[in-house]
């Protein structure tokens, strides 16, 4: 029998709504936020979203109709039916999870397979919001490794001419020289070319043709994320994945 024919002062309360007449076909169960109801041959049967995920609605969330429950109420008023099943690096078996030794990584975990992940621009991972964010955001880790000589100096970008990290307080901030002037790696500072590195510019640098901030191009594009993966937070980059050896 489907259980929203419920007996008692409960089904006086409450009743699971029969996906069956509803124009859906699936609704979330009553009492837990990981499980729902699909309306499957005419008959309701109840299903487990993957674990660590919450049901979102029909053609919402990452999968199968589930979402991060962080991503909205979802759990408001209910509880998860599931406990965690942990993996490496994963609480769950799906989720977004801080890095055990660095505030610039953390992993994505898709069915218990866990992926590093960077935070660029200088950003640092933030647990709470689970997404990339300013340094001065993320608590005990307000000091980048860019800005340990000198927290308030500048400091080259890779190769470029014309671009480099400003720390302010420990924070690094990406920054662009003027036009026609370009960055010295000896003085620190944007300076008129030519100089050891650097020639003159025969253009301005072109807006329209500039990579986004904080990108440049020895940076891959994402991959490496499972099929059905969203895409990874503001100011992440997906690192290439590595044999990890065996115990």
């Known amino acids: 029998m489907y259980p929203s024919l419920l007996t008692g002062s409960r089904a006086q309360k409450q009743q699971q709504e029969d996906p069956c007449q509803t124009k859906s076909r699936v609704v979330g169960?009553?009492?837990?936020?990981?499980?729902?109801?699909?309306?499957?041959?005419?008959?309701?049967?109840?299903?487990?979203?993957?674990?660590?995920?919450?049901?979102?609605?029909?053609?919402?969330?990452?999968?199968?109709?589930?979402?991060?429950?962080w991503r909205a109420n979802y759990c408001d008023g209910k509880r998860q039916a599931n406990p965690p099943i942990p993996a490496?690096?994963?609480?769950?078996?799906?989720?977004?999870?801080?890095?055990?030794?660095?505030?610039?990584?953390?992993?994505?975990?898709?069915?218990?397979?866990?992926?590093?992940?960077?935070?660029?621009?200088?950003?640092?991972?933030?647990?709470?919001?689970?997404?990339?964010?300013?340094?001065?955001?993320?608590?005990?880790?307000?000091?980048?490794?860019?800005?340990n000589d000198d927290a308030n100096g500048n400091v080259p970008l890779g190769k470029s001419c014309n671009r480099y990290w400003q720390c302010q307080g420990g924070y690094p901030r990406l920054q662009r020289c003027p036009a026609m002037l370009v960055f010295d790696r000896r003085s620190l500072r944007c300076v008129v070319p030519p100089t050891e590195d650097c020639d003159v510019p025969t253009t301005p640098p072109s807006l329209d043709g500039d990579l986004p901030e904080g990108?440049?191009?020895?940076?891959?594009?994402?991959?490496?994320?499972?099929?059905?993966?969203?895409?990874?937070?503001?100011?992440?980059?997906?690192?290439?994945?590595?044999?990890?050896?065996?115990?």
């Open 215 to 247: 990108r440049n191009e020895q940076e891959p594009e994402e991959e490496n994320l499972p099929p059905g993966v969203p895409p990874l937070p503001a100011g992440a980059l997906p690192i290439p994945l590595r044999a990890r050896p065996r115990n």
């Open 29 to 69: 169960d009553i009492e837990y936020c990981d499980r729902y109801w699909e309306c499957v041959n005419g008959r309701p049967e109840l299903f487990d979203c993957p674990n660590g995920l919450v049901f979102a609605g029909k053609h919402r969330g990452v999968t199968e109709g589930c979402d991060y429950p």
């Open 88 to 147: 490496e690096h994963c609480d769950w078996l799906y989720g977004i999870f801080g890095h055990e030794t660095s505030c610039t990584r953390y992993w994505t975990c898709w069915n218990g397979t866990a992926t590093e992940q960077l935070c660029i621009g200088g950003l640092l991972y933030n647990e709470r919001a689970r997404s990339c964010d300013w340094p001065e955001n993320v608590e005990g880790c307000q000091k980048h490794p860019l800005c």
